[in-house]
């Protein structure tokens, strides 16, 4: 199935614009990547955890 490239763009313009950039020093990065290997687990699971908690204006 193929996507209209205008649906695609205003997409990707939408992500561009409302999506808050988070920007971190690679020490953060480090000991985040550290932490989730003490806790067994993935990083990615608990970077999308914590966006939504950041999201909905909770602490993790």
Not at 7 to 27: A, H, Q, R
């Amino acid at each position: 199935m193929y996507v209209p490239v205008y649906k695609y763009l205003n997409s990707l313009l939408y992500f561009c614009i409302y999506m808050p950039t988070i920007i971190i020093s690679k020490d953060v990065h480090q000991r985040w990547k550290v932490y989730c290997a003490e806790k067994g687990i993935k990083i990615t699971d608990a970077t999308d955890i914590a966006l939504e908690l950041a999201m909905k204006g909770k602490k993790a």
